[in-house]
């Protein structure tokens, strides 16, 4: 399809797409152009322990990577990017788009949509505060009505932002139901920054559907679609999918790569290893066999899991 590309952004999962994926991904397949790490926040007064190591240089090594953020209070955030800062990145992204009921309830991700004057004066004197920062927005159409969005654009075009990623669902929505283009549209018209669209990406026919019918965005953010074929960002660039065969080893070698790193990362032994690498599977080719599927997420054992990935990826 002879269109020029967009750049592909791999958005992040919690629980998923932590600094060991990122890099596996970035080494075996590619073809992203940003990757962002899983929100930093503040627990208890303090940046959780696995946010700091997740978003360290040494952890992301030959890995484009922009942290993101969560919170409410700009004082407690102001921690987060100090850190952001000590490990020399020049891009921070706000997300204003979680859906989770624990997130929200605290008026963060998408909990803060209905309340335009708190998010705007967020990102206000998060952009005053840290001038040497490029801010994005990570949000969606809205916690409960499609609207607040709209409520929110004509502040955050006056804001200087490097880019907006909406996805065009409801936060309380969660990943049910359709997409809302009809909303999606109305943003995407009336937005001046540039726009990253994200949601139910799966295929690189997806990519060329949103591309023919938005074609002033800046690029699309993928995030279970990438999970699920990791291959998808580099066959949209590359322009042709990977033979099976190419795919199968890929996969393998990327499979086998984290494993290793984690069961050299985490310190609870055999069944620690094991509940990690079944996240590995929770997305990922979703038509492949159905009872090596099945075991994965119940065996109890690495053999029978490693036996289950064999039959995965014979």
Known sequence: MNKQLFPIHFAPL???TDAAYRAAHARFFGGVDVYYAPFTRVEH????KKDVRDISRQ???NVPLTPQLIGLEAD??????????ENFYK????????PFPMIVRKKWGSGILPYPDEAIQLITTLTTRFP???????????????????????ALNRLPLSHITLHPRLGKQQYKGI??????????????HPLFYNGDISTVEDIYHIQTRFPRLAGIAIGRGLLANPALALEYKQGFPLTTDELTSRLLQ??????????????????????????????????????????????????NYLAAVNQLLK
Request: glycine share 6%; hydrophobic share 35%; with cysteine.
């Open 179 to 192: 997409p809302d283009f009809t909303s999606f549209e109305a943003f995407y018209q009336a937005c001046e």
């Open 132 to 154: 040497d920062l490029q801010f994005s927005v990570k949000m969606r159409l809205g916690w409960e009505k499609p609207d607040e969005c709209l409520a929110l654009l004509p």
């Open 14 to 16: 919690q629980g998923y």
């Open 59 to 61: 952890c992301n090594i």
């Open 91 to 98: 891009k921070a992204d706000i997300n204003m788009g979680c």
């Open 254 to 303: 990327m499979h086998d790569h984290l494993f290793t790193t984690y069961r050299n990362q985490l310190e609870g032994g055999e069944a620690q290893l094991l509940q990690k690498m079944k996240t590995f599977w929770q997305y990922l080719l979703p038509d492949g066999d159905k009872k090596a599927h099945k075991i994965i997420p119940k065996t109890t054992k690495l053999t």
């Open 76 to 85: 407690k955030i102001s921690s987060i990017i100090s850190l952001f800062i």
């Open 45 to 48: 007064g303090e940046i959780r």
